[in-house]
C-alpha cells in the first residue's frame, strides 16, 4: 500500500480543494479527483481496495472538515472514520465492477451509481450527514445543477462521478467514455440553461438580514450581555429604515432565554413595536427541564406569532450520541455543557408584506439543517413560499465552512424552487434566488465573513406552476 501513498494523498488533496473556501480551490478539481485513486485501485484485492479507498476518504473527510476541531477534536477523528468507511466501500465496490463482474462500458454507468447510492445513504443513515457530497463543490457552476430540481444534489454527484470514470477511462486508451460523458454533461447544460431562461414570476417580499458578528467566545458571557443586545437593536433600528416586511437575527442571537430572561425580552419586544416591523430571530428557549435551539416571530405589535424548535440537532455539538447509555462519552465530548431537545413540528409562519394583501407562509431552518433536503422539502410541502437559514458559524473560524454551508442552502433553492435568506452570526448572510444565484448579501471591501452589517433585498417568490 505504501507504493500507492501518493496517489492517495494526491486524490485526497483534490477533492478537499474543490469544496470552497481555499485559496487555490477550484469546482473543476472534483471532476478528477478519483482518478488517482482508481489507479491505486488496479490490480489489488477486494481487502486492498476496502483499506485503500478508506485511506482517502479518511484524508479527504478531515481536510475538508477540519474546522470542526474549533468545537471538538474527539467529534471530528470519530466522525470522519466513520464517513471514510462509504469509501472504504465505494473501494470495495469499484474494484469489483471495474475490473471484475462487469468491465467497460458497464463501467461509466454503474460506478457513479453506487457513488450516488452510497451518498444518499450517508446523508440519512444515522440521522444522516451529507455536507461534503460531490454536488456541492459545483454551487457556483449555475448551469449545470438546475438539474437538481429533478435529481437533488446527488444527480450532481453522478455526474461528476461519471467524469472522473471518463477520464480514467481515457488513460487507459478508452475513448467512448469521454464521449458518453461529453453527451450527458451537454444535455445538463442545455437543461441548465432552458431553467435559467425563465423569470421569477410571483410576489415580492423584502427582508433585511441582521450580521451582528458577535465573537464565539462572547456570545454566552453574561458581562457581554448588554454589548450583545445593544449591537442587535442599533442594526435592527438601521435595516427599519428601508421598510423591510420582516427583520432577521441569526441563530442564538439573543443572549439568553426568551421570555425567561424577562429584562432582555421586554427590549426585543419594544423594539418591534417601535420599528412597527416582525422580527425574526434566533434564542434558546426552556420548557420544563428541557431546553431548545428556536427560531421566534415577534409581530409588530410585540405579540409572540411563532416558534419553530430546531429537529435536527448537530451531534458531538447539541448532543452526543448514546451519551445516555454511555455517560462518560457527553463528559468527553460537550465537558460542563448541556445538551438541547429535538423540536417535533415542521412549524411555519405567516407573514402579512406590506405589498401584498394577504399571509404568506415561510419557513426556518436553524444552523445546519438546511444541509437535509428531506426538512426544506416538508416545510415547502406545508406551504412555506420561502425560506430563512438563521445560523451561527463563528464556532468554525474564518475558515470554509461558511461557503460549504451556504453550498446546501443553493442546492435547497434549486430543489424547491424557493429563494432562501441566510442570516448568520458572522456571515455568510445573503439572499438566493430561486435557481440558486446568490444575489445580494452583507459585504464590507469585498468580504463577507467576520464583518458586522445588515443587507435589505427584495425576493422573488416563484409560482410553482412554472417550475
Known amino acids: ?73 474527539v467529534g471530528l477523528i470519530i ?17 469489483k465492477f471495474a475490473f471484475t463482474l462487469y468491465p467497460s462500458p458497464f463501467t461509466i454507468f454503474f460506478i457513479p451509481i453506487i457513488w450516488t447510492c452510497l451518498e444518499w445513504l450517508q446523508s440519512h443513515l444515522f440521522t444522516g450527514f451529507g ?62 440553461e432552458i431553467k435559467l431562461d425563465k423569470k421569477a414570476e410571483g410576489d415580492s417580499v423584502k427582508v433585511s438580514v441582521i450580521q451582528g458578528n458577535i465573537p464565539q467566545g462572547l456570545k454566552w458571557d453574561p458581562d457581554e450581555t448588554e454589548f450583545i443586545i445593544s449591537r442587535y437593536i442599533d442594526l435592527t433600528r438601521l435595516s427599519a429604515f428601508d421598510k423591510p416586511d420582516l427583520i432577521v437575527w441569526p441563530e442564538t442571537s439573543f443572549p439568553g432565554f426568551f421570555i425567561s430572561d424577562k429584562d432582555l425580552t421586554d427590549r426585543v419586544i419594544g423594539l418591534a413595536k417601535n420599528v412597527r416591523i416582525p422580527i425574526l430571530l434566533g434564542t434558546n428557549t426552556e420548557k420544563g427541564f428541557e431546553n431548545f435551539n428556536s427560531a421566534l416571530l415577534i409581530s409588530k405589535t410585540g405579540e409572540l406569532a ?39 413540528e415542521y412549524s411555519a409562519f405567516s407573514l402579512e408584506p406590506r405589498a401584498f394583501s394577504g399571509d404568506i407562509k415561510f419557513a426556518t431552518l436553524i444552523c445546519f439543517e438546511d444541509m437535509f433536503p428531506r426538512m426544506s422539502r416538508e416545510f415547502v410541502k406545508n406551504g412555506a413560499r420561502f425560506l430563512i437559514v438563521i445560523t451561527n458559524d463563528a464556532w468554525y473560524g474564518k475558515s470554509g465552512a461558511a461557503y460549504q454551508h451556504t453550498a446546501g442552502s443553493v442546492f435547497r433553492a434549486i430543489e424547491n424552487r424557493v429563494p432562501i435568506v441566510r442570516c448568520a452570526n458572522t456571515g455568510y448572510s445573503c439572499f438566493i434566488d430561486s435557481y440558486g444565484r ?12 467576520f464583518i458586522t452589517g445588515h443587507k435589505t433585498a427584495i425576493i422573488k417568490l416563484h409560482n410553482f406552476q412554472n417550475k
Open 306 to 344: 411563532g416558534q419553530y424548535d430546531k429537529i435536527h440537532l448537530v451531534p458531538f455539538g447539541e448532543y452526543v450520541p448514546f451519551s445516555d447509555k454511555i455517560p462518560i462519552l457527553h463528559d468527553l465530548v460537550l465537558g460542563v455543557l448541556g445538551e438541547f431537545t429535538a423540536g417535533k
Open 1 to 73: 500500500m505504501r507504493k500507492y501513498t501518493f496517489l492517495i494523498f494526491f486524490s485526497s488533496l483534490l477533492l478537499v480543494f474543490s469544496f470552497p473556501n481555499f485559496n487555490f480551490s477550484s469546482s473543476f478539481y472534483a471532476f478528477v479527483g478519483f482518478v488517482p485513486l482508481f489507479f491505486a485501485l488496479q490490480k489489488k484485492s477486494s481487502k486492498e481496495s476496502f483499506w485503500i479507498a478508506y485511506s482517502c476518504g479518511f484524508i479527504f473527510y478531515l481536510g475538508v472538515l477540519y474546522w470542526l476541531y474549533h468545537v471538538t477534536s
Open 131 to 192: 455536507w461534503a457530497s460531490l454536488g456541492y463543490t459545483q454551487y457556483k457552476n449555475i448551469s449545470l445543477i438546475q438539474i437538481a430540481d429533478i435529481s437533488g444534489v446527488f444527480g450532481v454527484s453522478f455526474v461528476i462521478m461519471l467524469v472522473n470514470i471518463a477520464v480514467y477511462k481515457a488513460f487507459k486508451r478508452s475513448f467512448r467514455e469521454i464521449m458518453f460523458a461529453a453527451l450527458i454533461l451537454l444535455m445538463v447544460f442545455v437543461y441548465g
Open 438 to 449: 446568490i444575489v445580494d448579501a452583507v459585504e464590507e471591501n469585498s468580504a463577507n465573513l
Open 79 to 95: 466522525l470522519c472514520l466513520y464517513l471514510a468507511l462509504y469509501f472504504g466501500i465505494f473501494g470495495f465496490l469499484f474494484n
